[in-house]
């Protein structure tokens, strides 16, 4: 959770060398909070851009998130009001965090799943605040920055194939991943890629839901 720190301090930091004050920083965390998309909309703002631009572009970069949703559906669907800052929050690293959650419908796993979200954002939020506020303070060389997204996957990735015994699910998504780059290409392969792992993930159910009882 507190590797959001670091993730919001980057963004922090990007948003000030690019002539934005912390307030933006603060406020795109706070409303926008869609982690990899704020470094996009940063390019965004500095070279313009059309509203059928930005939503093809979001919805490309994003899209990830339809498929994290989808698999939480019982779960939000029984939290209540909650469940609209369930779906508002979930990010890469809270949702691989929900998912390591073994007792997700007790009412301790359902405030423990809401905290996690919870306390992700603030840390977010946290960081960015303190990378534009050091970055307008000092003199920083802010080149490959942004590379602290590709390190949250990698981290991610990493702890996962930890955690699963049999790596099914794992194999499975870079399976995808390589025939999706190879066909549509490094651009267009992330849609592709993840329509495939949900039609794969169906159809090795049982042997991913083996993988999930090992990680718990």
């Given at each position: 959770?507190?590797?959001y720190?670091?993730?919001?301090?980057?963004?922090?930091?990007?948003?000030?060398?690019?002539?934005?004050?912390?307030?933006?920083?603060?406020?795109?965390?706070?409303?926008?909070?869609?982690?990899?998309?704020?470094?996009?909309?940063?390019?965004?703002?500095?070279?313009?851009?059309?509203?059928?631009?930005?939503?093809?572009?979001?919805?490309?970069?994003?899209?990830?998130?339809?498929?994290?949703?989808?698999?939480?559906?019982?779960?939000?669907?029984?939290?209540?009001?909650?469940?609209?800052?369930?779906?508002?929050?979930?990010?890469?690293?809270?949702?691989?965090?929900?998912?390591a959650?073994?007792?997700?419908?007790?009412?301790?796993?359902?405030?423990?799943?809401?905290?996690?979200?919870?306390?992700?954002?603030?840390?977010?939020?946290?960081?960015?605040?303190?990378?534009?506020?050091?970055?307008?303070?000092?003199?920083?060389?802010?080149?490959?920055?942004?590379?602290?997204?590709?390190?949250?996957?990698t981290?991610?990735?990493?702890?996962?194939w930890?955690?699963?015994?049999?790596?099914?699910?794992?194999?499975?998504?870079?399976?995808?991943?390589?025939?999706?780059?190879?066909?549509?290409?490094?651009?267009?392969?992330?849609?592709?890629?993840?329509?495939l792992?949900?039609?794969?993930?169906?159809?090795?159910?049982?042997?991913?839901?083996?993988?999930?009882e090992?990680?718990?």
């Amino acid at each position: 959770m507190v590797g959001y720190v670091f993730l919001g301090f980057a963004f922090g930091l990007l948003c000030q060398n690019q002539g934005y004050s912390w307030i933006w920083a603060v406020l795109m965390s706070a409303i926008v909070y869609a982690g990899s998309m704020q470094f996009v909309l940063l390019t965004f703002f500095h070279t313009g851009f059309s509203l059928i631009e930005a939503c093809m572009v979001t919805l490309s970069v994003n899209a990830r998130q339809i498929f994290y949703g989808i698999s939480f559906l019982k779960e939000f669907q029984n939290m209540g009001k909650k469940k609209w800052y369930m779906i508002f929050s979930l990010t890469d690293e809270t949702y691989s965090l929900l998912c390591a959650i073994p007792d997700k419908d007790t009412p301790h796993g359902k405030q423990l799943m809401f905290f996690i979200s919870f306390f992700d954002q603030c840390y977010w939020i946290i960081g960015s605040l303190i990378g534009a506020v050091l970055g307008s303070a000092l003199s920083f060389d802010s080149t490959g920055i942004d590379f602290a997204m590709t390190a949250l996957f990698t981290v991610i990735f990493v702890e996962q194939w930890i955690a699963s015994t049999h790596h099914v699910s794992i194999l499975i998504a870079v399976f995808c991943i390589v025939v999706s780059a190879l066909i549509f290409g490094l651009k267009n392969f992330l849609l592709p890629a993840l329509i495939l792992l949900v039609l794969l993930l169906a159809i090795f159910e049982k042997h991913v839901d083996q993988d999930k009882e090992d990680a718990s």
